[in-house]
T-cell receptor, first 113, second 113 residues
Framework: AQSVTQLGSHVSVSEGALVLLRCNYS??????LFWYVQYPNQGLQLLLK??????LVKGINDFEAEFKKSETSFHLTKPSAHMSDAAEYFC???????????FGGGTRLMVKP | DGGITQSPKYLFRKEGQNVTLSCEQN?????MYWYRQDPGQGLRLIYY???????QKGDIAEGYSVSREKKESFPLTVTSAQKNPTAFYLC????????????FGQGTRLTVV
């Protein structure tokens, strides 16, 4: 069974600082990986996805993530945090045999002025 | 515009009552999903359907029921057997084949009064 672990349920950064949200997965086969963002009382929006092409994936709003098979990681980064980035972020995995997404527990990002 | 529509946005239920949450999509997606979201617990899968007239239980199906009579509709009924139904419910759909992502509705917040 596949699973996703997001280290740190809350992350706080200053505006303009680097954002790093951690995601590790376990899967018996090379997975497909996704990052979603959720603003309060809304659904999830896709930030980016890894589908076995380039290991460095660029998404919307200057977010990017790097797939590292040796570390089973797919950490999300952004060079410079903006106040509007404050939200909850979810990492998710889907194996190439199934159709279901398995989500991590989420990380709430807070951005300080 | 294509998308997923959940209704209502807010729903109040008395103890012992069944309530039905609506989810409609016009993306022509085969697969549809229901997730429950509680603070600090991420998203947990309730039911999913990969094709019309077929659906499977997810991780927390007890106290819930679904139907999939039409491709575009996947309503969720929260029955009186669900002991703690207060939560945020998210519906999603996807083309059903990895590595495609899931698209989410805006959610329904259910509160038991």
């Amino acid at each position: 069974a596949q699973s996703v672990t997001q280290l740190g349920s809350h992350v706080s950064v200053s505006e303009g600082a680097l954002v790093l949200l951690r995601c590790n997965y376990s899967s018996s086969v090379p997975p497909y990986l996704f990052w979603y963002v959720q603003y309060p009382n809304q659904g999830l929006q896709l930030l980016l996805k890894y589908t076995s092409a380039a290991t460095l994936v660029k998404g919307i709003n200057d977010f990017e993530a790097e797939f590292k098979k040796s570390e089973t990681s797919f950490h999300l980064t952004k060079p410079s945090a903006h106040m509007s980035d404050a939200a909850e972020y979810f990492c998710a995995v889907k194996d190439n045999a199934g159709n279901m997404l398995t989500f991590g527990g989420g990380t709430r990002l807070m951005v300080k002025p | 515009d294509g998308g997923i529509t959940q209704s209502p946005k807010y729903l109040f239920r008395k103890e012992g009552q069944n309530v039905t949450l609506s989810c409609e999509q016009n993306l022509n997606h085969d697969a549809m999903y229901w997730y429950r979201q509680d603070p600090g617990q991420g998203l947990r899968l309730i039911y999913y359907s990969q094709i019309v007239n077929d659906f499977q239980k997810g991780d927390i199906a007890e106290g819930y029921s679904v139907s999939r009579e039409k491709k575009e509709s996947f309503p969720l009924t929260v029955t009186s057997a669900q002991k703690n139904p207060t939560a945020f419910y998210l519906c999603a759909s996807s083309r059903g084949q990895a590595p495609t992502e899931a698209f989410f509705g805006q959610g329904t917040r259910l509160t038991v009064v």
